[in-house]
């Protein structure tokens, strides 16, 4: 899994400064390691903060970005990781979790809250406490996958397989629809 050397910041490597010192992207490298990964957190010169940025960024297809979307079913935060180039099925995400109740998106201070980190960088992964979590299935189309890494200006690299065993969430086609 290999991210473009174009689309990388000059200060990738330097880990004193800049994004990948933040404490949240820092969250996200221990909780790669602690899941058995060796992909690495990339720092990325341009904003990924939105899957299409991401996409343009890294210089890959829409569809290959991972959208790390928050909801809330009843009272409990859930996430959803939907390709880029799809639109998470909120109508099918509480059957898919197991979970009753009505599915709406969360604002900023629940996204915060149940993951620990800000809107343009929502990881899937290091959060405070584990979430439910559904898997876009169509993110397999995609060799390599990249999802947020707790700053707008980072990434990492992975596959669906691995997103699925690092989160524990279920893999199922129904949780995105085409635009």
Request: proline share 6%; with cysteine; charged share 15%.
């Amino acid at each position: 899994m290999s991210v473009p050397q174009s689309a990388l910041s000059t200060a990738n490597d330097d880990l004193a400064n800049g994004p990948l010192s933040n404490s949240s992207v820092r969250r996200v490298i221990d909780a790669l390691a602690a899941g058995g990964s060796n992909t690495r957190v990339v720092a990325l010169t341009d904003t990924a903060r939105s899957a299409q940025d991401a996409a343009q960024a890294l210089g890959t297809e829409l569809g290959a970005i991972v959208k790390s979307l928050v909801f809330v079913i009843g009272d409990q935060p859930v996430m959803a990781l939907v390709a880029g180039d799809r639109q998470a099925d909120t109508a099918a995400l509480p059957g898919l979790l197991g979970l009753e109740g009505r599915c709406k998106r969360a604002d900023a201070e629940v996204v915060r809250a149940a993951t620990g980190f800000a809107i343009g960088g929502v990881a899937p992964l290091g959060h405070p406490a584990a979430l439910p979590i559904a898997l876009d299935a169509s993110l397999g189309r995609f060799p390599t996958v990249f999802a947020a890494a707790g700053h707008p200006h980072c990434v990492f690299p992975t596959t669906l397989d691995e997103l699925a065993r690092l989160t524990g969430g279920v893999v199922d086609g129904r949780i995105a629809k085409n635009p």
